[in-house]
């Protein structure tokens, strides 16, 4: 049996008020951002839906709760355009967020979280768009 190569979710070491905090500063960066910005405003309908999606993803994923339901990898995949570049960026953000938070246990968790989303996103959306050719990873250094 292989193991996860995600920390355990553990409610001891994150609070709900700090994954709130996560999600929405990270996305005030993103909408300002000027690479992110123009395409989560094109494509986020209802900001507060996408917040309580997103809270509810990364409690389930810091905390092991239950509450997410979604299928990100569809939606991701019919955006247009997309590039390596922005994942990389949306990734960067991420982690300069988790990074300010102050809580060293979230931060990694999540980051280490993020780093996998990030590259099977990217994956995912090359095999897709583009399937003659070899998909090639991110620079998430």
Do not use: C
């Amino acid at each position: 049996m292989s193991q996860s190569p995600f920390p355990i979710p553990n409610p001891d070491l994150y609070s709900e008020e700090e994954i709130s905090k996560l999600v929405h500063e990270f996305y005030a960066k993103a909408r300002k951002d000027p690479s992110l910005g123009p395409i989560f405003e094109e494509h986020v309908i209802d900001w507060d839906a996408h917040f309580i999606q997103m809270i509810n993803f990364w409690s389930a994923q810091l905390r092991g709760t239950s509450r997410f339901r979604g299928a990100p990898m569809p939606k991701h995949i019919a955006l247009p355009d997309l590039s390596a570049k922005l994942f990389e960026r949306w990734l960067a953000l991420f982690k300069q967020t988790t990074h300010e938070l102050g809580n060293t246990a979230l931060e990694h968790h999540a980051n280490t979280i993020a780093t996998f989303i990030a590259n099977r996103l990217w994956q995912g959306y090359q095999m897709n768009h583009y399937p003659d050719k070899e998909p090639a990873t991110l620079h998430t250094g």
